[in-house]
């Protein structure tokens, strides 16, 4: 079973203080949204590739070097669909966060739009987040 990688506090950080510092967003929201509902109903199908397809390069990369297996099996080893229905979206840039209870994951836009960069994160008090899937 692939480690548990823990977020680095400079990027997490800077994602978590730049959702307090700014209140810009708004039509992003919805597809920030839309991506974590399909990454996340991927995983709960148990559709690796799909899922993957929705992962920042950078994070793919880590968690294929991390597991020594490919994305698609790696991913399910991974990560659960364990969202509540309490989901918070904010967006700030080309950075966004949707929390729930309990959990969180991060995105930043690409140009070909909204991909995962850490996801399965849980507030640690050491720590901003704890994820179990991040990129370098």
Known sequence: MVARIRAGASGIALLALGGLLSACGGSQDVAVSNVVEEFYVSVHHEDGAAACALLARTTRRELEQSSGEQCAAAI?????????????????????????????????????????????????????????????
């Open 76 to 136: 399910l080893e991974e990560l659960t669909d364990d969202r509540s229905n309490e989901d918070t979206v904010e967006v700030f840039g080309t950075m966004a966060q949707v929390r729930w209870r309990g959990g969180a994951v991060f995105l930043t836009r690409m140009p070909n739009g909204w991909r995962v960069l850490a996801a399965g994160c849980a507030p640690k008090a050491e720590a901003p987040y704890d994820c179990l899937v991040k990129g370098a």
